[in-house]
C-alpha cells in the first residue's frame, strides 16, 4: 500500500496532472537558474582581475603615502604636519553622493564626489617645508580617488558573490529538495492509481462473470 509525503494529496488524476506540471516548472526553473549562474560565474572570472588591480593600486598608493607622511614626520616633526594638514583642510569643501546603478542586472553603490579645491596654491609656505609635503598632498588627492573608485568596484564584486550564493541556495534547494519530493509523491499517486485501476478491473470482471452465470 501506497503513502504520501509529508503532506496530504487526494490520489486523484487531477492531482497527478497538477504535480507533473510543478515538477516540469521547478526543473525548468533549475535549468534556467544554471544558467544564469554559468553567467555569474563567468562575469565573476573576467572582473576579478580588473579587481586585483584596483586593489593592488590603491595599497600601492596607501603604501606609498605612508612612506611620504614618515618622512615629513622625520624632517619636520609631527607637530608641524598636523598643522600643514589643519591649515589645507580649508582648501576644500567635499561633497559626497552615494546613488544605486546596475552592471548585468546586480544592484551596487555609485559614489559621485568632488573635493571642491579652493585655490591653486597650498595652505602653507614652501620655507622649512619638507619636498616629501610637496608630493604628499597630490598624492592624497589621487588616494581619494583610487578608495572611492576601489569601493564601489569592491561592492559589484561582493554583490555578484552574494548573488552566487543565492543562486546556489535555490538550485540546491530545488535539486535536492523540492524535485524529489515532487517526483516522489508523483510516483506514489501513479502506483496508487495504477492499484485503484487493478481492483476495478478485478471487480469489473468479477462482475461480468456473475452477469453471465445469472444468464446462464
Avoid: C
Avoid at 609656505?125 to 608630493?135: A, G, H, K, L, V
Amino acid at each position: 500500500m501506497f503513502t504520501l509525503s509529508f503532506r496530504e494529496i487526494k490520489p486523484t488524476k487531477t492531482n497527478l496532472i497538477s504535480l507533473e506540471k510543478k515538477l516540469a516548472l521547478a526543473e525548468k526553473g533549475a535549468t534556467f537558474l544554471e544558467f544564469k549562474r554559468e553567467q555569474l560565474i563567468s562575469q565573476i572570472k573576467s572582473k576579478n582581475q580588473v579587481y586585483q588591480d584596483k586593489l593592488e593600486q590603491f595599497l600601492g598608493t596607501v603604501k606609498k603615502s605612508l612612506i611620504y607622511m614618515n618622512e615629513a614626520y622625520k624632517e619636520m616633526g609631527k607637530r608641524d604636519v598636523v598643522l600643514i594638514s589643519n591649515l589645507s583642510k580649508i582648501q576644500y569643501k567635499p561633497t559626497i553622493s552615494v546613488k544605486f546603478a546596475k552592471d548585468i542586472g546586480i544592484s551596487f553603490q555609485k559614489i559621485d564626489y568632488d573635493l571642491n579645491r579652493i585655490g591653486r596654491l597650498p595652505a602653507y609656505s614652501f620655507e622649512n617645508t619638507s619636498r616629501f609635503i610637496d608630493e604628499l598632498m597630490p598624492l592624497l588627492e589621487k588616494f581619494f580617488e583610487l578608495m572611492i573608485n576601489f569601493a564601489e568596484f569592491e561592492d559589484l564584486f561582493f554583490s555578484l558573490a552574494f548573488n552566487l550564493k543565492k543562486l546556489n541556495r535555490r538550485i540546491t534547494g530545488l535539486k535536492n529538495q523540492i524535485i524529489p519530493a515532487l517526483s516522489d509523491d508523483i510516483r506514489k499517486i501513479k502506483g496508487i492509481l495504477e492499484e485503484m485501476d487493478r481492483e476495478n478491473f478485478v471487480r469489473l470482471k468479477k462482475t461480468k462473470d456473475l452477469i453471465e452465470k445469472k444468464r446462464k
